[in-house]
């Protein structure tokens, strides 16, 4: 009798700690997964994880805690990002939604901003230019407040111990934001912000760290861009040595490979630039699915070089397959085109299988929508 009162009174412990750790443990190994880019099996994992922290989330509402502290935001964070490597955009909007919702509401600010960042992110690809402009400003203001609050002396002490946590959540939302400006073309601002981030992180995180190399690669391409091909060497192949030394990913290194190869594409080192994107384009290949988004821009810059090498024939295929991926997934009108149009743009004036005359005009109404200047000397993917 002393058992079954016993076990009566531990089970509402019994269903939080189940609450809590069920979940946890599937978005750990979800994670991991995600980290491995073994995408399927993440989702699935991520997946159920969800389905679980959902399933109790009456139940944790009657016990007075917030959904904020279970795993529940965590999960959507991580199914989010996982449907986007996947190119499921509409999926990965849904969730970044939710979970805006869900931290606004618990009154996370700093969190909720840098969810407003990913989510501003998630409507420029939809093509909605407006909306994505202004979450990304309000998130960079919001988190960029918290993060300058911690730091003075008088701060609580909490607010003290959520300072890297906060410096990850503008760098998130920073980067997001100097994104949004490249693809607008708006180079200066976007160096502005990326630097301004870097600056941040390295602060935060020390120079020698896989944490700073995307952002890095963002100042040396937005370098790159403008044609400041000296000043983008470094931060390059810095984020190269890193993603070597400190054993990245195969995409990590990959996209940094990418990176640099671009930049010795365009100072004309084309036996350099060669080795490093084919190497890269064949791994995110056997990576990648085949209509991804990730891997269409690993196309883009090795149809660069193969427009670079005359071999117009590997050019055109390599980039009508990046377009048809892009076009599917981001419209007929979304700015993401325009580098490939561009690039196209270059086989026609050397091919007669790509129609110049409607290529130019595609460009053309890309740029009026967008507002945005046409690529003269140096292509971007």
């Not at 009162?5 to 443990?25: D, E, G, R, S, Y």
């Not at 060497?233 to 996209?255: F, H, N, V």
């Not at 110049?356 to 140096?378: G, L, M, S």
Request: glycine share 6%.
């Amino acid at each position: 009798m002393e058992a079954i009162l016993l076990a009566i009174l531990l089970l509402p412990v019994t269903i939080v700690l189940a609450t809590w750790i069920c979940p946890l443990l599937l978005l750990h190994w979800g994670t991991k997964l995600l980290k491995a880019h073994r995408l399927v099996e993440a989702e699935s994992m991520l997946s159920l994880g969800l389905k679980l922290a959902r399933a109790t989330d009456g139940y944790i509402a009657k016990l007075g805690i917030s959904r904020s502290s279970t795993p529940l935001p965590q999960l959507l964070f991580g199914l989010s990002l996982c449907y986007f490597k996947q190119s499921k955009f509409d999926k990965s909007f849904v969730l970044d939604e939710e979970r805006l919702q869900l931290l606004e509401k618990a009154g996370e600010y700093a969190a909720a901003a840098s969810a407003s960042a990913r989510l501003g992110v998630s409507y420029m690809l939809r093509g909605d230019l407006d909306r994505a402009v202004s979450l990304s400003e309000r998130a960079g203001a919001v988190i960029e407040s918290s993060y300058r609050n911690s730091q003075k002396d008088n701060a609580p002490q909490i607010e003290k111990l959520q300072t890297s946590l906060y410096a990850a959540e503008l760098g998130s939302a920073m980067y997001g934001r100097a994104w949004i400006l490249k693809v607008l073309r708006q180079y200066a601002e976007a160096e502005t912000v990326a630097r301004r981030v870097l600056e941040i992180m390295e602060g935060q995180f020390g120079g020698e760290c896989l944490q700073i190399t995307p952002y890095l690669i963002n100042v040396g391409e937005i370098s790159r861009l403008q044609g400041k091909l000296v000043e983008a060497e470094e931060p390059l192949l810095r984020s190269l040595q890193l993603r070597e030394q400190l054993k990245a990913s195969e995409l990590l290194l990959a996209s940094a490979q990418q990176a640099v190869g671009d930049l010795y594409r365009d100072q004309g080192k084309l036996s350099e630039a060669k080795p490093l994107l084919e190497k890269a384009y064949l791994t995110a290949k056997r990576l990648e699915p085949a209509d991804s988004a990730g891997l269409a821009e690993f196309a883009v810059s090795l149809g660069l070089l193969r427009i670079a090498e005359d071999n117009t024939g590997e050019a055109e295929s390599l980039l009508c397959g990046a377009l048809a991926v892009r076009e599917k997934q981001f419209g007929s009108l979304n700015p993401l085109l325009l580098g490939c149009l561009e690039a196209m743009r270059q086989v026609s004036f050397k091919s007669e299988k790509i129609d110049t005359i409607e290529t130019e005009n595609r460009i053309t109404a890309i740029c009026r929508r967008w507002a945005v200047e046409p690529k003269t000397n140096y292509e971007s993917n």
